[in-house]
């Protein structure tokens, strides 16, 4: 640990080994390796020119449901019908959200939900046939729209797996997509395999 401390603070190349040793970095190590790691970031800022910069993005999530065809058993987002009041948030609940951020300073919306959720529960079916919606998607799109012209604030949407139909039906009220892809590997296959992560981001060219 001392060695691969060293050697990062020398500004040689973290080789694998080094890393998987800092991984395990506690008490007055990782506060060494936290305090290498801020003067590299100001370093860096320092020669882009914006000292003390630091940027993010400003946005405020819409939980628009917690519901998901899916059982991925390490999900803690996703719940089941009887513990939520509603299948769905309202569109009024979810423009008081983003009214919100935006009074916060934020300038987009995240929709986070489930991927089609009515596809397992009839609750969920339920709650979309009353309120006048064909499916989840077709939800996303009538709030994402109420979002854009009560707030202004810009959605970005993750409802999950879309066809090229459905992507194309979202691009005019989203200046972007995305979607959490676990993995496209064999490998690893069953109940009991860890997930891969993997975040993609599709940019429309609609705005």
């Given at each position: 640990?001392?060695?691969?401390?060293?050697?990062?603070?020398?500004?040689?190349e973290?080789a694998?080994?080094?890393?998987?040793?800092?991984?395990?970095?506690?008490?007055?190590?990782?506060?060494g390796?936290?305090a290498?790691?801020?003067?590299?970031?100001?370093?860096?800022?320092d020669?882009?020119?914006?000292a003390?910069?630091v940027?993010?993005?400003?946005?405020?999530?819409?939980?628009?449901t917690?519901?998901?065809?899916d059982?991925?058993?390490?999900?803690?987002?996703?719940t089941?019908?009887?513990?939520?009041?509603?299948?769905?948030?309202s569109v009024d609940?979810?423009?008081?959200?983003?009214?919100?951020?935006?009074?916060?300073?934020c300038t987009e919306v995240?929709?986070?939900?489930?991927?089609?959720?009515?596809?397992?529960?009839?609750?969920a079916?339920?709650?979309?046939?009353?309120?006048?919606?064909?499916?989840t998607?077709?939800?996303?799109?009538?709030g994402?729209?109420?979002?854009?012209?009560?707030?202004?604030?810009?959605?970005?949407?993750?409802?999950?797996?879309?066809?090229?139909?459905?992507?194309?039906?979202?691009?005019?009220?989203?200046p972007?997509?995305?979607?959490m892809?676990e993995?496209?590997?064999?490998?690893?296959?069953?109940?009991?395999a860890?997930?891969?992560?993997?975040?993609?981001?599709?940019?429309?060219?609609?705005?």
């Open positions: 640990m001392r060695a691969a401390l060293r050697r990062a603070r020398a500004g040689a973290v694998h080994a080094d890393a998987a040793a800092l991984l395990a970095a506690q008490g007055e190590e990782l506060d390796l936290l290498l790691a801020a003067d590299r970031r100001d370093a860096h800022l020669a882009e020119g914006r003390g910069l940027t993010y993005s400003p946005k405020v999530f819409v939980p628009l917690r519901l998901c065809r059982r991925c058993h390490y999900c803690t987002f996703v089941v019908p009887g513990r939520l009041p509603a299948a769905y948030l609940e979810v423009l008081a959200i983003a009214r919100e951020g935006a009074a916060q300073g995240l929709f986070t939900l489930g991927d089609r959720p009515e596809a397992r529960w009839s609750a079916r339920a709650w979309l046939t009353a309120h006048g919606h064909a499916s998607i077709d939800y996303v799109r009538a994402a729209r109420a979002v854009l012209d009560e707030t202004g604030l810009l959605p970005h949407l993750n409802p999950g797996v879309m066809t090229p139909d459905e992507l194309t039906a979202l691009r005019p009220v989203s972007s997509m995305g979607m892809l993995t496209t590997a064999t490998r690893g296959c069953g109940r009991r860890a997930p891969t992560w993997s975040r993609t981001r599709k940019r429309s060219s609609s705005r």
